[in-house]
């Protein structure tokens, strides 16, 4: 397996993963998300593939103050294998070269599986609330999670 940044040739294997995953909602466009982050820090897009086929995304992000983890995702079939793992790694060394003295993500309410992989990768909950406003719509739809 090789972690890499993505590759444009990579967009359909990536939406049919994150698919699997269950991260692809409504009001968000996985297709305008790939986009967008490309315009933004595309090096820190990466994907774990083995023989051209893509196992597992991890977006990372850094504004200046706090570094971001948004679209970790690992195959069901590839689950347990460490990968998850790799890819969080990649993204951490990637945002402390740039600099990043800490990582926010969020994990919707009520996935536990992620909530302790998370805490076994020492992420713990801090004490604030999220809070979002979408400035561009990706459909008709106005929910924002």
């Keep these: 397996m090789l972690i890499r940044s993505f590759q444009p040739s990579d ?3 990536v939406i049919a993963l994150w698919q699997a ?4 909602r409504p009001w968000n466009n996985p297709q305008l998300d790939i986009q967008r982050k490309l315009a933004v820090q595309p090096a820190m897009f990466l994907v774990a593939a083995a023989d051209q086929r893509v196992m597992g995304t991890v977006m ?3 504004e200046g103050h706090r570094g971001w983890i948004n679209y970790l995702a690992v195959s069901p079939t590839e689950r347990l294998q460490g990968i998850g793992r790799q890819l969080m790694q990649a993204a951490e060394s990637a945002l402390k070269a740039a600099g990043c003295p800490k990582i926010n993500l969020q994990v919707r309410d009520g996935n536990d599986a992620a909530l302790a992989f998370y805490e076994r990768l020492g992420y713990g909950v801090d004490p604030v ?3 979002g406003k979408r400035l561009l719509a990706d459909d008709s739809h106005t929910a924002d999670v």
């Design 11 to 13: 967009e359909p294997a």
């Design 60 to 62: 990372a992000g850094y």
């Design 21 to 24: 995953c269950d991260l692809i």
């Design 129 to 131: 609330v999220s809070l």
